[in-house]
């Protein structure tokens, strides 16, 4: 019987080791200082947990079977300070990066007993100051027994 619960540090690693673009990767505590433009190396990739749906117990014994998905997101800050609308970023830099993190993530597995992540959309954050911070998100799923 065992429970699991996503490290997202797994995820981090996976980006370090896979993705050459990125000049720092970083957790959820770091996107809060990229969105008030506080951005210290560009371009920045964070990986930030956004949510954990179970489905409802599918044994009928007294054991507890329960899918687990978990969504996470992976947020980007590119910074151009010669172009402050972020028109320029997001056709190269940015475009290049989510690419390169996408082939990284989707089809891989963040460990044993979790399916594959699959791409779950993207979502612009901000555009400020020449920096564009946008996100992808991502899920995976495993099951539960207890």
């Keep these: 019987m065992?429970?699991?619960?996503?490290?997202?540090?797994?995820?981090?690693?996976?980006?370090?080791?896979?993705?050459?673009?990125?000049?720092?990767i970083e957790g959820a505590a770091e996107l809060e200082k990229a969105v008030?433009?506080?951005?210290?190396?560009?371009?920045?990739?964070?990986?930030?947990?956004?949510?954990?749906?179970?489905?409802?117990?599918?044994?009928?014994?007294?054991?507890?079977?329960?899918?687990?998905t978990d969504r996470f997101a992976v947020a980007y800050a590119v910074k151009d300070v010669s172009a402050p609308n972020g028109e320029a970023?997001?056709?190269?830099?940015?475009?290049?990066?989510?690419?390169?993190?996408?082939?990284?993530?989707?089809?891989w597995a963040p460990a044993d007993g979790f399916n594959v992540c699959e791409f779950d959309?993207?979502?612009?954050?901000?555009?400020?100051?020449g920096v564009v911070i946008w996100r992808d998100r991502f899920r995976t799923s495993h099951i539960n027994e207890q």
């Design 36 to 68: 008030n433009g506080n951005v210290r190396k560009s371009p920045a990739g964070f990986v930030v947990p956004l949510k954990e749906d179970a489905s409802g117990n599918t044994s009928g014994t007294l054991v507890v079977t329960q899918e687990i």
């Design 121 to 129: 959309g993207g979502s612009l954050i901000s555009i400020k100051g």
């Design 2 to 24: 065992t429970i699991h619960i996503l490290q997202l540090s797994l995820i981090v690693a996976r980006l370090d080791d896979q993705v050459v673009g990125f000049k720092q």
């Design 89 to 107: 970023i997001i056709d190269a830099g940015l475009r290049n990066l989510r690419l390169a993190t996408m082939n990284a993530l989707i089809g």
